[in-house]
């Protein structure tokens, strides 16, 4: 029995050598381990033999089964998979699976653009608070409790004397306080205002910038955001200064860019104008100066401030604001 089980053992062996495509697997399988299998019925006739042969019979014979049955095993595994069984059956020359990875907001992008225009020539970037003082937003501001122009913002109320800011402005009151001239910032961020529609969000972005020093003209506010717009929407971009009111600035002007829609022709994004506005800006007003004493003799300069919301819009196409804020990842994945 033992040289039976023995030869039988070395015969299953080497037919599994043997076997080289997985088809041969489950014929193997039947004949040898299967219910009805050589080896199986061996195990069968163990009660034939005698009491002192069948103990060291039944070991050999179960140990045959074990040491088969985890070959059999290998074998089918390295055939499935197309290799030997060990780790060369990986193939380290697919290409991995590429993880999700997330990419910058097209508000972050235009800001980052902005502020790398403006760094270039000599801005410093500067941040402040968006829980406002109300001295800081309006007062300081030449707009002060019963100014008419307040109206013009809608206002976010904390309580009597702080706001969430409603513009980037109050920035330029926080750098005066406490930085004599000359001083160049630009101060990204968000603001806030009680507006919801098409073109306007409860919380939106601007840039704002200032530039004091002796002797500042109106030119060097012109020539600094005539450049600045060939830089952002291309060189041939035509543009215009129109004479406007803030507070805190004087004389204001508003610049409009040729409408990139329709390139000048009037559409209903320019409101058949050909022009879009993009920013506001002006003279510092020697108003402002009195409240952080700076010597409005001395010194002058220019501010203005920019919608992100708006520049991005013009740049990319997109015609509702809404869109920027929804995190719709189909509209965001386009970017
Ligand atoms: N703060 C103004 C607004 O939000 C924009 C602005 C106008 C900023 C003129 C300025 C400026 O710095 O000089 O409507």
Redesign the pocket.
């Known amino acids: 029995m033992k040289d039976q089980l023995l030869e039988l053992e070395k015969r299953a062996g080497d037919e599994l050598n043997a076997i080289d495509d997985p088809s041969g697997l489950e014929p193997f399988r039947i004949k040898y381990l299967g219910k009805k299998g050589a080896l199986t019925s061996m195990m069968k006739s163990l009660g034939t033999l005698s009491r002192e042969e069948r103990p060291e019979a039944g070991k050999l014979a179960n140990q045959i089964k074990v040491n088969l049955s985890r070959r059999f095993e290998e074998t089918k595994i390295s055939l499935e998979t197309g290799g030997s069984g060990d780790d060369a059956s990986v193939d380290v020359t697919l290409p991995g699976r590429e993880p999700l990875c997330g990419h910058l907001h097209p508000i972050t992008t235009v800001i980052k653009e902005v502020c790398l225009i403006f760094s270039r020539m000599g801005f410093r970037v500067v941040k402040g608070p968006n829980v406002e003082l109300d001295y800081y937003n309006f007062e300081a501001l030449n707009l002060p409790k019963d100014h008419p122009a307040r109206d013009?913002?809608d206002t976010f109320y904390i309580s009597d004397n702080v706001v969430l800011r409603?513009?980037?402005?109050p920035v330029?009151v926080r750098v005066m306080e406490t930085q004599t001239p000359p001083v160049s910032v630009i101060a990204p961020g968000k603001?806030y205002r009680r507006d919801s529609d098409v073109s306007h969000t409860p919380m939106f972005h601007?840039v704002?910038?200032?530039l004091v020093d002796r002797d500042v003209s109106f030119g060097e506010l012109k020539g600094t955001l005539t450049s600045f717009i060939h830089q952002m929407f291309g060189s041939h971009t035509r543009l215009r200064f129109r004479p406007?009111f803030?507070p805190?600035?004087e004389p204001?002007a508003?610049v409009d860019i040729e409408c990139v829609i329709c390139g000048g022709e009037g559409c209903r994004t320019c409101s058949q104008t050909g022009w879009l506005e993009i920013?506001?800006?002006?003279m510092?007003d020697p108003e402002v100066y009195g409240f952080v004493d700076y010597d409005s003799d001395l010194y002058s300069g220019?501010?203005?401030?920019i919608?992100i919301e708006r520049i991005a819009m013009l740049k990319y196409g997109i015609d509702d604001i809404q869109l920027f804020f929804k995190n719709d990842m189909r509209f965001l994945n386009q970017f």
């Open positions: 013009m913002q409603t513009h980037t402005s330029q603001v601007q704002e910038g200032l406007s803030f805190f600035t204001s508003e920013l506001g800006s002006g510092v220019f501010a203005f401030g919608g």
